[in-house]
């Protein structure tokens, strides 16, 4: 029969691109009648003469299906590309900077983060502060600190990015403490909006990501406070995008390589190099990803779960890719060709910015634990330096306390009740008498409740019981990847029923549930082919829910922003008794 690709047999019209939200497999996805669709022959040719099926056309099409580089695009069309996820991290950036001073004192977990970070300024490690310092630090004298080391349990990397904006505008202000938290959340809206650009060839549905994200309250109420958690899902988000890049990059590589090696052979590749497909050299995306995963580990540990999912998802999508391109062996080649030096272009890449990230306390002479090993030789592993026994025992110890951590608090909250919005966290609760500046009747309120955006988060948590039917009944791998996200970031916390939960957990795949509910809005937007009326429904249903999401989130604002309110208007924002 002689040789042909291992691609489908479907009816002529079967492989037309599938518009952006459509659950369509592969990689044929196009946009929502946005501007951006393409003409011409279909996006994948399910049938090709062996002489065709390899050239360098071919095979994109078969693994991009569509896509254009940046160049393709008209000038116009390629000012939109930026300017609409520029627009959206702006109004972003505007809702978490503007009051980002209030309140003016610290707020919650800031008392921790926010201290250590004035300690990193002044020594390059966590050193203990004495009794009642948030009274002094609250009235800008931060500089009380004392001599001695503070024992934390939380890497350094936030705390350090915490400590960049306090050195730009001073310890001595709120808006200095949270400057970095605020520029973090703001570019982290930029980042979704291309993001979901890139998956779902929308400018549309680009625009309704950022929107959402942007006017969110968790994510508000996360990006106002110097908390870890906005610079953990920063982190993961970027990584995420580069590996979307590297994805992209990592087919043009197999295409081309493939192309070679049948332009060799007279148009017909040779059945050797379809055995496992080449090694497509070093993938500097995945190098990025690694960088910016050590950075989120180096916030938090729990980046691990993150770096495991998205370094499974990376070697899942190459071993796709070789299947679809007619590589027998695929798996064997994904696994040893792509597989190895994605464990390699990744996991050290992150371990040396990680170890990188602790340079401070290496160059201490007394933070914590600084010395346990000169005081605690060892025969087994005397070898090792002291300082990295140190530094492996101050890791011991911390794992310990997190893994006892079970203490009682009254804004705990189990996992299973953060996609409806069980019980969030209240960061601030004044009540200011009548005549304070605001408060003109005779009970008013100020709070920060770092509640979600309802609609945000029930249409998400609605959302992902579609994805699963997408991914599992269409294969669609945008489903997958998105699923993927928010599995790493919330499966995990259900291994740990016993230890202390809190909401503001769940903004480190926030960005996630963001991109599930876009992904539905995409198909009630429907198909660029589909008839007039429908797609004007779909544009109205998109449009509204958008805007009543933006309406929806101007009445919880006050709540979020603490501003200054009539307690009744207070009481009428908290929908749940759980709330309070």
Same mark, same amino acid.
């Given at each position: 029969m002689g040789l042909v690709t291992q691609t489908s047999t479907r009816p002529p019209g079967a492989g037309q691109p599938a518009p952006a939200g459509t659950g369509k497999t592969a990689e044929a996805a196009d946009s929502s009648g946005d501007g951006m669709q393409r003409s011409g022959p279909p996006a994948r040719p399910w049938i090709s003469r062996p002489a065709e099926a390899f050239t360098v056309g071919a095979l994109q099409a078969r693994l991009l299906g569509t896509a254009q580089s940046w160049r393709d695009y008209p000038p116009s069309l390629r000012l939109w590309l930026l300017l609409v996820p520029v627009l959206t991290a702006v109004a972003g950036g505007i809702l978490r900077f503007v009051r980002l001073d209030h309140p003016h004192k610290l707020v919650f977990d800031e008392t921790y983060y926010v201290k250590d970070a004035y300690s990193y300024l002044i020594s390059g490690y966590e050193r203990s502060w004495p009794d009642k310092a948030n009274d002094s630090f609250n009235a800008g004298n931060p500089e009380i600190l004392l001599t001695s080391p503070e024992y934390v349990v939380h890497p350094p990397v936030g705390k350090w990015m915490i400590a960049a904006g306090m050195g730009m505008f001073g310890a001595d202000n709120s808006f200095g403490w949270r400057f970095s938290a605020a520029l973090t959340g703001t570019l982290s809206i930029l980042l979704l909006s291309l993001i979901a650009l890139k998956l779902f060839r929308s400018l549309p549905l680009a625009g309704a990501a950022g929107l959402l994200l942007a006017v969110d309250g968790h994510h508000l109420v996360m990006s106002r406070t110097s908390l870890l958690d906005i610079f953990l899902m920063f982190w993961i988000l970027a990584a995420f995008g580069a590996l979307l890049l590297d994805r992209d990059d990592g087919r043009r590589r197999l295409s081309a390589l493939l192309a070679r090696a049948a332009a060799g052979n007279g148009g017909r590749i040779p059945a050797t190099a379809l055995l496992t497909g080449p090694w497509l050299g070093i993938r500097w995306w995945r190098v990025v990803a690694g960088v910016c995963l050590g950075l989120a580990v180096g916030t938090k540990w729990s980046g691990l779960f993150f770096l495991a999912a998205f370094g499974l998802l990376t070697v899942f999508w190459d071993l796709s890719a070789r299947r679809v391109a007619g590589i027998r062996g695929w798996i064997s080649g994904g696994v040893i060709k792509d597989g190895l030096p994605?464990?390699?272009?990744?996991?050290?890449?992150?371990?040396?910015?990680?170890?990188?990230?602790?340079?401070?306390?290496?160059?201490? =002479?007394?933070?914590? @634990?600084?010395?346990?090993?000169? &005081?605690?030789?060892?025969? %087994?592993?005397?070898?090792?330096?002291?300082? *990295?026994?140190?530094?492996?025992?101050?890791?011991? =110890?911390?794992?310990? @306390?997190?893994?006892?951590?079970? &203490?009682?608090?009254?804004? %705990?909250?189990?996992?299973?009740?953060?996609? *409806?919005?069980?019980?969030?966290?209240?960061?601030?609760?004044?009540?200011?008498?009548?005549?304070?500046?605001?408060?003109?009747?005779?009970?008013?309120?100020?709070?920060?409740?770092?509640?979600?955006?309802?609609?945000?988060?029930?249409?998400?948590?609605?959302?992902?019981?579609?994805l699963l039917f997408w991914w599992a009944g269409r294969r669609d791998w945008r489903a997958g990847a998105i699923l993927a996200g928010v599995g790493a970031g919330y499966l995990p916390w259900f291994l740990y029923p016993e230890r202390t939960m809190f909401f503001f957990y769940a903004v480190s795949f926030e960005p996630f549930l963001v991109l599930a509910l876009v992904y539905c809005l995409g198909l009630v937007l429907g198909r660029a082919t589909d008839p007039p009326w429908r797609r004007r429904s779909g544009v109205y249903l998109v449009v509204l829910f958008v805007a009543a999401a933006v309406l929806l989130s101007s009445f919880f604002y006050p709540i979020w922003a603490a501003e200054v309110i009539p307690y009744d208007a207070w009481r009428i924002r908290m929908w749940m008794p759980s709330w309070i």
């Open positions: 994605a464990f390699l272009g990744i996991v050290p890449v992150a371990a040396a910015v990680y170890a990188a990230s602790w340079t401070g306390w290496f160059r201490s =002479e007394d933070a914590y @634990f600084r010395r346990w090993a000169e &005081s605690n030789p060892s025969a %087994e592993w005397g070898w090792l330096p002291d300082s *990295v026994r140190s530094l492996a025992h101050y890791h011991r =110890e911390a794992y310990t @306390f997190h893994q006892g951590l079970g &203490s009682e608090h009254p804004y %705990e909250a189990s996992a299973w009740s953060w996609l *409806v919005l069980g019980r969030p966290t209240s960061f601030f609760y004044e009540s200011p008498e009548q005549g304070t500046p605001g408060c003109d009747v005779a009970k008013c309120t100020s709070a920060v409740l770092s509640v979600g955006n309802p609609m945000v988060w029930w249409g998400a948590a609605v959302s992902l019981v579609i």
